[in-house]
């Protein structure tokens, strides 16, 4: 039996947080009390052993302990062509007056390179905090807080098949859309928009918004309605709106949010300290997706109702 030997898992590939830095050569950690430290890319988004599954007592090694890390190597090593890719899509400047719906350009492309976008971007919502998080979270809302060993265990169990699962399930089927940023940087964070959170069985209306670097953010997504083309479009963002894209990464993160040269404000969601989410569909990220050509203009008579807020 070959024992599991320790290894540094990144939630946050080397190779998409390199970009996220400074002139310093470092990044910045925002964090929930307001405290903020700027360490070197390669540092953040680590988690000893993260992606380890360890059954045994006391640490002890059994014939059943594995790894899924290496479940993450096609995506890590797409992420280099596909940020190049990004960046050499057409956008245009946000122009001063039109409706957001016809600001989005729609692009040629293969489905081959749709889906290494949806490959990238389950692989950070899957491996990320938020994630882990809920995949533990039934357990311990049932049982209480867990032994380390156990809990890790578990959330090695519920993740090791999701990436796969969720990306296989996706591919080229869907709307795509790579955003820009005219001027504000984007911000990551330890959450960020999407609704794949400890998924065991196929996603019906899978829809993710990633930050890629402080420029790109990929939204991927398939909507209950949609006609097909274009399947894939660009859009630039202001600083606005960028601004409201930033604030959605603080309402979904729970310890970090990381940043290159411009710090965010610090929102009263993040100061909670909590993975939160969305509770009402009226959302910017839902309304973005409602705005993206071919789908269907949703139903907004029930949005003066009043939902709980999400935790």
Known sequence: MAKLKSERHHWWPVCVSRHWAGDDGKTGWLKPDGSTVRIPPARLGVIGNGHHIKLGRNDEDTVWDQSFERVFDKADDAFPDLIRWLEGLERRPVPDVQ???????????????????????????????????????????????????????????????????????????????????????????????????????????PKLFVPITPHICVLVCRPSRYREDPKLTTLMLDDHEVEICNKTVQVYSEKAIFFRSQQPVLTEEFKRGKHLQYAHPANPIDNLIDSIPGVPARDTSLDHISYPAGG
């Open 99 to 205: 409706e957001l719906r016809q600001r989005f350009i729609p692009q040629p492309c293969t489905d081959a390179e749709l889906a290494r976008m949806t490959e990238c971007a389950v692989s950070l919502a899957v491996r990320g905090p938020m994630n882990r998080e809920a995949s533990v979270a039934l357990a311990e809302d049932l049982r209480g807080p867990l032994p380390t060993p156990e809990r890790n265990a578990l959330i090695g169990l519920n993740m090791r098949n999701s990436h796969r699962l969720i990306a296989d399930s996706i591919g080229s089927r869907g709307k795509f859309v790579a955003v820009y940023s005219q001027g504000r940087e984007f911000v990551f964070g330890d959450g960020f928009f999407h609704n794949v959170r400890n998924v065991q069985n196929p996603p019906s209306s």
